[in-house]
């Protein structure tokens, strides 16, 4: 990854009637880089890439491309392109004359016309859709358009708001790799919107985590996943248990009444904290061997793992496990030190982490409200 | 940013004042003191008093109404059900067919639909023989033709956006077809049903031109009241009503508008369910209340009389005059009262022409059964000819002895069976403004030496008013020319049509009813015209401060002009021949026919009238100049001379192609406007020619390249 | 089944049985008419006597007439239309019924009026008076015409027009602008491509009423400018020609048709978007 920033966003913020959007917020980009966005609806990402687009105002803060101050440069003048939600593909043109339609725009010759938009169907995989109309493509085909038309100018920086929303899984998985390839063969700066979690952390180089209008934190996706900062990240990344818990001195908490020994440091003595246990991480133990115990309350078979929801103390814990046991049943659990992660308390301690409601279908319900945002 | 939305607004705001300046003029007007559009004398309310006692533009008004209800309802049921049967056509063709049959009416030109209809009507009415082909039945269905489709096009996509489970789910609950239609299918469809509808009333409130053609003789909706007023002089009270109609759809839109956003989400059920069962029993109370109007209207013993006479051309109770029609209705059922011991309702239909060719044509197509007209005398030789007229039984019009002798043998009705009997009687002249004329000319015409030759006058170039119809204006030349207007030859109709075509620069307008507004309005500076009108029109530009003149053309210090008499007679398709002569027996009786004679300004054949001491003071100095000596004396001399007389076929052709040629014909051939076209004509198509052009050159280089491409 | 399929083919009967006899009766008699003389025999001398120059030039004037005042239509109504879509849901709301509001007051009576505001001692020069400038002669003239079909037709023109760009997807013009077109190439190269449809269907709203108008150069020409409508109306009402006028009202079907025809091939062929 290259060093050199190519967008600095300083201070910036933006509210809309009174609501705050974006809560001064600073980010740095980096050339070459593939940065995703990630965060639930509302939560500002999708205003943050309006802004770099020039669509968008912000009230207070700069915008920085390539060391140079843009917030006064309309869209249409700035040296970035984006990738639409929905495609924003142009319903009278075809296939060619959408991707070469800012090329006309600067007076290409038709000969250079001709080579740039041929070598960009070659890399998004449409030869031969030429003069194909734009409004009967299927929706990966008028992806594909859209990212060609996109990159035809060459941008220092293309912005992507959602690219894959409206695919299926499995096309969407295929996209995913195929964005990553071109992102490296081209080496043009991806700064990517999505409320997918996998799709972040299996493409990005850096993951932006934004909640209410704030970055929450921003690193390389096993930084995000392994060491979240706080309850909110862990949640939004991956399943977690948050449970609240002591610092008892350094290397050495205690939650659910019971001590355990982890690998994490630095915090006061006694300073209540969250500790977070990755379902995965937890192992399965009879009653007599478990740190802690508990009665299962719900089994599901998830294909590869079982999913357990265990009581202990009353808190829910979820548990991902190969070994089937029986609802009812009391059983152990184990924690290897490694696999305790300690965060700082903040504003979302005690919001998440709980599976007592825990369902799968309002899990996807939620889902399908985020996407239709 | 900023700058494109202020320009938009200023935009917006010019063009809404486009929009508007018209309307502001009405009811600006609407509030005027004066009955001129020419000046502003102060605010007043008094038209909106008139409107209310104007018998007859109320009587179009509701009859307007009920042509709107009636052929939105009967549209809306037609094309309901048509929707629905055309959704469910199995053949893609017949449905397609169907549909474009179906759309025919909206993309005609209304001028095409309307004499389309009127053809149908006339010929299948002469094939039958009825007397009048054309009557309210033509009217009401020419506008449920025309509002179909706007019915089905609305309704139609309801049905195919419906489920077309729902009928089958109606079904297996246990409905019959009928009541699945009725349940589940009528409440889906309801808001395009309910748009039609309003959209056909809408439509059939406001349809001019279609009505023109297909309305028969009793029946005025109010845009053709309006439209007839135009051709003369729109009475403020039509600006009144309009202010009314605008003001009370500008009120019903705003609710509608602001009640449907948030106050309808706030509604509750019940309250819409109100509401919809009040709005729709509204409609329902309207539309059976006016059905019900109609139909006892229709059956109660109403006896119609339909008048159809010149613009303007009757005492119609407007500033305080006697309204004529009116009287007559009351005097009729009271003495119809005194004889049977029965009350019985009159109503006259009072509609109006401009012209006596128009009278003609209404008249020899059939398409209406008028009671009472009143042509010219050339026209009423030439009807009497072709077996018009009936012939009228004087013993049941006791007045004619109140016609003076002189009057009782015209020569277009000599026999010894009448079929006329004189309304009025006058002389063409030429009415002038003395601000826009020359001293020279002036003096002129002060010292009675002026004829007709000021019509040709270049000075007056763009200022001179000429006769829209043929025989007036061919008249004109003819005079000026000094032929013999009954006996032209072939070479005089020419030498005639090339005066006419000489004088077409200087005219501003081929005019007749329309000369009062502008004359009144001092727009033109001369024309000729019927002395009557002349002289009511100088009357009322003295109002407006605009100084008016009259003379009689002389030539060679001889008068040499027109002189005709109106006449009312009763047409052979007449269907109330009993009442008809009773209306023409009480117009020569001394209250009406004085009244009249007041208001017209003409002469009258009218012993009691000429001799009537109120009349007489009331005229004052025209007394002189419409009863003159010189003309009074030599009458039978005038009439035998300068009147107009039925011109035989050929000549009546000849006359019609020349007119037709000179009307058509422009000499002011306005070049500007064809280069302009031509411009931008040529620019759109050097446009296409260049998009064209591009696109070949992008398509060949396309291919070229490929081409190598696939080489490579 | 047989007894629900003929139900279906009962309830559009009546509406079939009326478009035979009111629809297409009717204009089979305007063929009728056009192609026989008084005593009803076949003759094509109606039609040969339109080709007279007098006439041609009724034609033509109608065609450039209509065409004008098309054209300005179209470029008053677009800017219009355009704000119009821009405004928020509420005003356009609002707007819509405001540019449609005229509409309900008989064309009659508004066109009446604009002719005290054009003559010669009008409004418009009485106003212009009071500021010391010379009236200006507008009645009876061409332009006074072409202003009244203009004015009469204009909502014609900007509702189909909104409604077409008030459906572009504003995603769309944000595209167009991330790719390097100003507003002014937004509109261009976006929106006007766009909305072709809706300037077609405007079109056609407010060209057939212009070119068939009767009353319109009657009151605000006086006379002097003939067109297809008022020869069409003279024939019927006045010189009891029926013959005539059902040659005429052929024609201008014809040229209706032929007009729309050139309009629809020329900008149905448009695919590639080639609008500079």
């Known amino acids: 990854m290259n060093e050199k920033k190519i967008i600095e966003l300083k201070n910036v913020a933006k509210s809309y009637d009174g609501e705050i959007i974006l809560d001064h917020i600073n980010l740095d980009v980096h050339e070459k880089e593939f940065m995703t966005l990630l965060g639930p609806s509302g939560c500002g990402k999708t205003t943050t890439l309006r802004i770099i687009a020039g669509f968008v105002t912000p009230d207070t803060g700069d915008v920085v491309f390539d060391g140079v101050r843009i917030n006064d440069i309309p869209a249409y003048k700035r040296h970035v392109n984006t990738v639409f939600q929905k495609y924003a593909l142009f319903p009278h043109l075809n296939v060619y004359e959408n991707i070469a339609f800012a090329l006309r725009l600067n007076k290409v010759s038709e000969e250079e016309i001709f080579e740039r938009v041929t070598e960009m169907l070659a890399m998004v995989n449409l030869r031969g859709f030429e003069k194909r109309d734009v409004n009967l493509l299927s929706g990966g085909q008028q992806q594909r358009v859209a990212i060609a038309r996109a990159l035809i100018n060459k941008p220092k920086v293309l912005l992507l708001d959602e690219p894959l929303g409206a695919l299926d899984l499995k096309l969407r998985k295929d996209m995913q790799n195929e964005l990553k390839n071109i992102q490296r063969k081209t080496g043009i700066t991806f700064i990517y919107v999505t409320h997918d979690q996998e799709e972040a952390l299996s493409m990005s180089d850096t993951v932006v985590v934004m909640a209410d209008g704030k970055i929450q934190q921003i690193g390389t996706p096993t930084d995000i996943y392994n060491e979240p900062e706080n309850a909110f990240v862990a949640d939004f990344i991956g399943e977690s248990n948050i449970i609240d818990g002591i610092m008892l001195d350094d290397y050495k908490a205690k939650f659910s009444g019971h001590e355990f020994v982890c690998l994490d440091k630095g915090f006061e003595k006694n300073e209540r904290v969250d500790v977070v246990v990755r379902p995965e991480d937890v192992d399965v133990v009879p009653p007599e061997k478990g740190m802690l115990t508990g009665v299962v309350t719900s089994v599901t078979f998830k294909g590869v793992h079982y999913e357990i929801i265990v009581n202990i103390n009353n808190f829910k814990w979820m548990i991902q496990s190969t070994d089937y046991v029986e609802p009812n049943q009391k059983i152990g659990i184990y924690i290897e030190p490694d696999a305790i992660h300690i965060m700082k308390r903040s504003e979302y301690s005690g919001q998440f982490g709980d599976y007592s409601s825990f369902s799968d279908e309002l899990d996807k319900l939620s889902d399908v409200t985020e996407e239709e945002e | 940013m900023k700058k494109s939305k202020i320009f938009g607004n200023i935009y917006t705001v010019l063009a809404f004042i486009f929009l508007y300046m018209p309307i502001a003029v009405l009811v600006i007007f609407s509030f005027n003191a004066s009955d001129s559009t020419g000046n502003i004398t102060g605010f007043s309310l008094k038209w909106y008093g008139e409107l209310f006692s104007d018998a ?109 489970s729902l009928p089958e789910a109606a079904q297996d609950l ?45 029946f005025e909706t109010l845009p053709i009241r309006i439209y007839s007023m135009t051709k003369k002089r729109v009475t403020p009270d039509m600006y009144a009503l309009s202010t009314l109609i605008f003001v009370s759809i500008l009120v019903l839109l705003l609710i509608s508008n602001l009640t449907s956003d948030k106050s309808r989400e706030k509604m509750s059920k019940k309250a819409k369910k109100i509401t919809k069962i009040v709005v729709g029993s509204l409609f329902g109370v309207i539309a059976a209340v006016t059905i019900v109007v109609f139909i006892v209207s229709a059956s109660t013993e109403t006896l119609t009389l339909n008048v159809y006479n010149w613009g303007e051309y009757i005492s119609d109770g407007g500033e305080d005059t006697l309204d004529v029609n009116q009287k007559f209705e009351e005097y009729y059922e009271d003495w119809y009262f005194k004889k049977y011991n029965k009350r019985v309702k009159v109503n006259v239909n009072y509609t109006t022409y401009a012209s006596n060719e128009d009278l003609y044509a209404k008249i020899k197509s059939g398409a209406a059964d008028y009671d009472i ?23 049941k019009i006791p007045n004619y002895e109140n016609i003076s002798e002189q009057f009782r043998n015209p020569y277009y ?26 001293d020279d000319d002036l003096a002129k015409i002060e010292a009675g030496e002026a004829g007709w030759e000021l019509l040709w006058d270049e000075d007056y170039k763009g200022q001179i008013l000429q006769f829209n119809n043929a025989r007036d204006a061919f008249g004109v030349a003819m005079y000026s020319l000094g032929i013999d207007v009954n006996n032209a030859t072939d070479a005089e109709w020419q030498k005639a049509y090339e005066r006419l075509k000489e004088q077409k620069p200087l005219v501003q307008s081929y005019v007749m009813d329309e000369i009062f507004n502008k004359m009144e309005g001092g727009e033109a500076a001369l024309a000729a015209y019927y002395a009557g009108d002349c002289l009511s029109m100088i009357e009322r530009a003295a109002e407006a401060g605009v100084n008016l003149g009259f003379y009689y053309p002389k030539t060679n210090g001889k008068y040499v002009t027109n002189i005709f008499a109106d006449a009312m007679c009763i047409p052979k398709s007449a269907t109330n021949v009993e009442l008809a002569h009773a209306y023409i027996n009480y117009m020569l009786s001394e209250e009406p026919a004085v009244a009249n004679a007041e208001y017209l300004y003409y002469g009258s054949p009218n012993k009691l009238v000429v001799n009537n001491g109120d009349y007489i003071d009331y ?94 | 089944m047989t007894k629900k399929s003929f139900m279906q083919k009962a309830a559009a009967a009546p509406h079939v049985v009326w478009a035979v006899l009111f629809i297409i009766a009717p204009l089979i008699f305007v063929v009728y008419y056009a192609f026989t003389d008084k005593d009803g025999a076949f003759t094509f001398s109606n039609i040969t006597e339109l080709m007279q120059a007098s006439y041609l030039e009724i034609f033509l004037r109608s065609l450039c007439f209509a065409f004008l005042a098309t054209v300005i239509c179209l470029i008053i109504a677009y800017p219009i239309a355009y704000f119009m879509a821009k405004a928020k849901p509420k005003t356009q709301k609002i707007l819509i019924m405001l540019v449609m509001l005229p509409q309900w007051l008989n064309f009659l009576i508004r066109t009446y009026s604009w002719m005290a505001l054009l003559e010669d001692t009008g409004i418009i020069n009485s106003i212009l008076g009071v500021f010391g400038i010379d009236p200006i002669h507008m009645i009876n003239t061409s332009g006074a015409v072409i202003l009244g079909m203009v004015y009469n037709y204009l909502p014609y023109m900007i509702i189909p027009l909104h409604s077409v760009i008030s459906k572009i997807d504003p995603k769309l013009l944000e595209a167009a602008a991330d790719l390097g077109c100003s507003p002014l190439k937004v509109i261009t190269k976006v929106v006007l491509p766009l909305s072709v449809s809706g300037i077609i269907s405007g079109v056609t709203m407010v060209f057939v009423p212009s070119i068939s108008t009767f009353y319109i150069s009657q009151k605000l020409g006086g006379g002097n400018f003939d067109l297809i409508g008022d020869t069409i109306e003279r024939q019927f009402q006045t010189a009891y020609n029926y013959n005539l006028g059902a040659a005429m009202s052929f024609v201008l079907m014809l040229i209706i048709i032929v007009s729309m025809a050139i309009m629809n091939r020329y900008s149905g062929e448009d695919d590639g978007g080639v609008i500079v």
Request: proline content about 3%; some cysteine; hydrophobic content about 45%.
């Open chain 2, 413 to 438: 009705d000599n026999g010894k069976e009448k079929y006329s009997v004189m309304y009025t009687y006058g002389i063409v002249g030429i009415v002038y403004n003395k601000d826009k004329i020359n």
């Open chain 2, 619 to 712: 005229l004052g100095d025209d007394y002189g100049v419409i009863y003159q000596e010189e003309f009074e004396s030599q009458l039978d001399y005038m009439f035998e001379t300068y009147a107009y007389r039925s011109l035989p076929d050929e000549k009546l052709k000849l006359q019609n192609n020349l007119w037709e040629t000179l009307k058509v014909g422009s000499d002011s051939f306005d070049s500007g406007i064809y280069v302009i076209c031509g411009v931008i004509a040529a620019v759109l198509i050097g446009f296409g020619v260049y998009c064209y052009i591009i696109k070949r050159k992008r398509r060949r280089l396309y291919w070229n390249t490929q081409k190598e491409a696939s080489k490579k």
């Open chain 2, 373 to 395: 007209i009143v042509p010219s005398d050339y026209m009423v030789e030439r009807l009497k000819s072709e077996g018009l007229l009936q012939t009228i039984d004087l013993s």
């Open chain 2, 174 to 218: 246990g409905c019959t077809p009928l009541q699945s239609f009725f349940k589940v299918e009528l409440p889906a469809i309801l808001p395009g049903v309910v748009s039609g509808l309003i959209m056909a009333f809408t439509l059939s409130l406001d349809d001019f031109v279609i009505s023109y053609f297909t309305i028969g003789s009793g």
């Open chain 2, 56 to 164: 007859a533009t109320l009587n179009a008004l509701k009859n307007t109404l009920i042509l709107a209800i009636l052929s939105s309802i009967i549209a809306t049921v037609i094309g309901t059900m048509a929707s629905y049967g055309i959704n469910k056509m199995q053949n893609k063709h017949i449905k397609s067919a169907t549909m474009s049959v179906t759309k025919i009416p909206m993309i005609n030109p209304e001028i095409v639909v309307g004499i389309s209809m009127m053809l149908l009507f006339v010929f299948v009415g002469g094939i039958v023989g009825s007397q009048s082909s054309l009557g309210f039945g033509t009217v009401l269905i020419a506008h449920i033709t025309f509002n179909l489709p706007y019915v089905i096009l609305s309704v139609l996509p309801k049905f195919k956006q419906m489920d077309k």
